[in-house]
C-alpha cells in the first residue's frame, strides 16, 4: 500500500486544497454561530486564502519543472544566468501565491506596491499556466498525429522541450504588459439606449448610470474610486445604482477610500445592491450604515418608487435583492428573497431589478416574467484571458444588453474596475449610461 510520503506533490497539494474546503464547510456549518464575528470573518479569509494557494501549489510544481528543472540537466544549467533566472521563477511564484493573503493584511486607502506586484504576478500565473499546458497539449498532438514520438532525435527533443517554456514565458510577458496597460486605462462610456414597457411618457430618456464590481480593496483605491465619481457626475445621471461588489475589505479597514461616493448626487438617488464579495467580507451591516450615511441607498430585498419630477401619477418600481452567495455562506438575515423584493411592484407599472449575478436574474424573470429591465454584474467580462471562456460559460448572460422575452432585457455590466489583478485581457471596464425610452 502507498504512504502518504510516497505520493507525488501534486496529489499531495490536491489533498490538502480538499482538507481545507472541507474545513471551510465545517466551520461555516458548525461553528458560525459560536464563533465572534471578527474572528469568523478572518478565519473564512484564511481558509480561502490556503484554499487557493493549495491549488496553485499544483500548477506551480509543473511551472518549476517546466522553467527550471527541465534546464537542470542541459548546458544552459552551467551559464551565469540559470541561477538568476531560478531565483526569479521562484520570486514570481511566491509573489504569486501571497497575493490572496493581501485581503488579510495589506488593505489601506491606496494600494501598496507589494500587492500591486503580487496580484500582477497571480495574472501572469494563470497567463503562463495556460500557455505551459496548451503548448504542452499541441506537442503531444503532434506527436501522436505523426506516429513519431519515439523517433525523434535527442537533439531535437532537447531543442522542443527548451522552445516550449521559453514560448510560453514570452506570450506571457506581452500580454501582461497588454493587459497591465489596458486596465490601467480610465472605464469607457457606455450608452445604451433600452425600450422599458408601461415607462410613463414624462420619465422618456431617463439617464440611469450602472456601476458594478468596483472591488475597492488590495488593488484599487481611493484615487480610482475618485476618477470612477468624477466621470459619473459628468454624465449628470438622474439615478447611478452600484449592482454589487463594491468591496472586498471590511467598512472600517477602508472608509478612507470610500468617501468619494459622498460626492454622488444624482436627483433621484443612489442605490445599492450587494455583490457575493461583500458577504466574503462578513461586514455588509456596517457597510449599509456606511453607504448610507454618503446618501446611498442600499436595497436590501426591497424597492422604492421613482417618481417623476413632473407628476406624481408617473413612477416606475426601482428593486434590488441581496446577492445569491448569501444563501451558500447562510448569511444570517440575507440571502435574495424576490417576492419581498417585489411587494408593491405591480405589472401595471414598469419595473426594473437590481440583481448582481446573471443567474439571478434567469431566476428572477422565471419567477417574474413581468420585470422590464435587469441590471447585473459579476462577470467582469471574463476579466482576462484565458479567464473569460469559463465566465461566457457559467453565466446565463454574459456581457451587454439582451432581450428576453417581448418586454424585457437584460444588461450585464463587464465591471467598472477589476478584481484583484490589475489586469484586462479581451474586455474593457466600464460606466453604462442606460437612457430609458418610453415606449
Not at 506596491?113 to 501572469?124: I, K, M, P, V
Not at 435583492?321 to 448569511?331: F, K, P, Q
Request: charged share 15%; with cysteine; glycine share 6%.
Amino acid at each position: 500500500m502507498i504512504s502518504f510520503k510516497q505520493l507525488p506533490l501534486e496529489v499531495k497539494a490536491a489533498v490538502a486544497a480538499g482538507m481545507v474546503f472541507f474545513s471551510m464547510m465545517l466551520s461555516r456549518s458548525y461553528l458560525a454561530e459560536q464563533l465572534e464575528l471578527r474572528m469568523r470573518r478572518w478565519l473564512l479569509r484564511l481558509q480561502m486564502a490556503l484554499f487557493a494557494n493549495a491549488l496553485m501549489l499544483i500548477g506551480s510544481l509543473h511551472v518549476w519543472r517546466s522553467t527550471v528543472t527541465a534546464f537542470s540537466r542541459s548546458s544552459a544549467a552551467s551559464s551565469l544566468c540559470f541561477m538568476p533566472w531560478k531565483i526569479a521563477v521562484f520570486m514570481f511564484l511566491a509573489l504569486a501565491h501571497s497575493s490572496f493573503f493581501t485581503l488579510l493584511f495589506l488593505v489601506a486607502e491606496e494600494p501598496y506596491f507589494f500587492s500591486l506586484a503580487a496580484y500582477t504576478c497571480l495574472g501572469a500565473y494563470i497567463i503562463l499556466i495556460f500557455f505551459l499546458f496548451t503548448l504542452g497539449s499541441v506537442e503531444q498532438a503532434y506527436k501522436f498525429l505523426a506516429g513519431r514520438g519515439a523517433k525523434a532525435g535527442t537533439g531535437n527533443k532537447n531543442s522542443r522541450t527548451a522552445m516550449k517554456p521559453v514560448l510560453a514565458v514570452m506570450l506571457t510577458v506581452v500580454l501582461t504588459v497588454v493587459g497591465l496597460l489596458n486596465a490601467s486605462q480610465p472605464p469607457t462610456v457606455n450608452s445604451v439606449e433600452v425600450p422599458v414597457h408601461k415607462l410613463p411618457s414624462a420619465m422618456n430618456n431617463l439617464k440611469v448610470v450602472l456601476l458594478s464590481d468596483i472591488h475597492l480593496g488590495p488593488t484599487v483605491g481611493k484615487t480610482k474610486l475618485a476618477m470612477i465619481v468624477r466621470m459619473v457626475k459628468a454624465l449628470k445621471p438622474d439615478i447611478t445604482v452600484i449592482v454589487g461588489d463594491l468591496t472586498d475589505s471590511e467598512a472600517e479597514i477602508i472608509r478612507p477610500a470610500v468617501e468619494p461616493l459622498g460626492e454622488l448626487n444624482s436627483p433621484l438617488g443612489t442605490y445599492f445592491v450587494t455583490g457575493n464579495h461583500e458577504y466574503y467580507t462578513s461586514d455588509v451591516s456596517n457597510w449599509f450604515e456606511l453607504l448610507k450615511s454618503f446618501n446611498i441607498q442600499p436595497l436590501h430585498n426591497e424597492n422604492v418608487k421613482i417618481v417623476s419630477p413632473q407628476s406624481t401619477d408617473d413612477w416606475f418600481c426601482l428593486a434590488g435583492v441581496d446577492d445569491i452567495e448569501a444563501d451558500v455562506l447562510r448569511y444570517s438575515g440575507h440571502g435574495m428573497d424576490l417576492k419581498k423584493a417585489l411587494r408593491g411592484c405591480s405589472s401595471e407599472h414598469a419595473i426594473l431589478l437590481l440583481a448582481h449575478q446573471p443567474i439571478a436574474a434567469k431566476w428572477a424573470l422565471q419567477e417574474r416574467p413581468d420585470i422590464n429591465l435587469i441590471l447585473s454584474g459579476h462577470t467582469h467580462g471574463g476579466q482576462m484571458f484565458p479567464l473569460n471562456a469559463g465566465a461566457y460559460f457559467l453565466n446565463p448572460f454574459f456581457v451587454g444588453l439582451y432581450k428576453v422575452g417581448q418586454n424585457t432585457f437584460v444588461y450585464v455590466s463587464p465591471g467598472t474596475m477589476y478584481f484583484g489583478i490589475p489586469m484586462r485581457l479581451g474586455s474593457r471596464a466600464e460606466i453604462t449610461e442606460i437612457i430609458l425610452r418610453s415606449p
